[in-house]
């Protein structure tokens, strides 16, 4: 069995499904980060994992960083700086 915790805005949610349930979630989560035995995994190597062999699966949003500012370079365009 495979303990899964997704994680969102509300707070989170805890299931123990079988590897196949476990891999159908990080599937029907898309905007999610998938975490499987504490390493974050691409959603290309999701089809390449044996679910039967894993403990853990946590589901968390993807976090995009970065800075929106406008004027805070001469290539952004905005001439005015605001």
């Not at 915790?5 to 159908?24: D, F, P, Q």
């Not at 390493?39 to 968390?60: A, C, G």
Request: glycine share 10%; aromatic share 4%; proline share 1%.
């Amino acid at each position: 069995m495979v303990r899964v915790t997704i994680l969102n805005e509300t707070g989170h949610t805890e299931l123990t499904l079988s590897g196949v349930e476990a891999k159908e979630q990080i599937l029907d989560h898309p905007t999610h980060w998938a975490y499987i035995d504490g390493e974050l995994v691409s959603r290309m190597e999701i089809n390449n994992i044996n679910f039967d062999e894993i403990d853990e699966v946590v589901l968390t949003h993807a976090i995009v960083g970065g800075i929106y500012c406008k004027g805070c370079s001469d290539t952004c365009g905005d001439e005015d700086g605001v």
